[in-house]
């Protein structure tokens, strides 16, 4: 299975936005959710448009605007994201002639228990692992 660096950064900026929404009413600058997470500024902004397109963030401008959440982050779940950036997940490989359909199938079983774990971990999960791995918030790694 393969997932695209664009899915990897939108769940990059969606767990920093959950984890800083008590800040700023929840609103978060692009340019602060790119410092928080290295993700290159550019390519964040095409990500949130997407996001937003896809109705999990909503926007206002304006100094103190931003993006937030708009919907809770509990009924995010990683799945959906994937879905929104990339159309859902990918197989890796070449499919073997010699085996072809059980190789199908394998991969088929493979992928629907991978789209298991992706619909049962939300946004909130994510964040709440995060802060369980990092009790006083410093030097987050935005490693998932």
Do not use: H
């Given at each position: ?55 999990l963030l909503t926007s206002r401008r304006g100094a103190v605007g931003g993006y937030a ?76």
């Amino acid at each position: 299975m393969r997932v695209s660096k664009k899915s990897e950064y939108a769940v990059r900026a969606l767990v920093e936005m959950v984890l800083r929404a008590g800040e700023s009413q929840g609103w978060r600058q692009t340019s602060q959710i790119a410092a928080n997470t290295g993700i290159p500024e550019k390519f964040l902004e095409q990500i949130l448009l997407v996001l937003k397109k896809g109705g999990l963030l909503t926007s206002r401008r304006g100094a103190v605007g931003g993006y937030a959440l708009a919907v809770p982050a509990e009924t995010v779940t990683l799945d959906r994201i994937i879905g929104m950036l990339d159309g859902g997940v990918v197989e890796e490989g070449e499919e073997d002639a010699s085996c072809a359909g059980l190789y199908r199938e394998v991969l088929a079983r493979a992928e629907e228990a991978s789209r298991e774990v992706l619909r049962g971990t939300s946004l909130a999960d994510l964040a709440d692992e995060v802060r369980r791995r990092n009790p006083g918030g410093a030097g987050i790694e935005y490693q998932i």
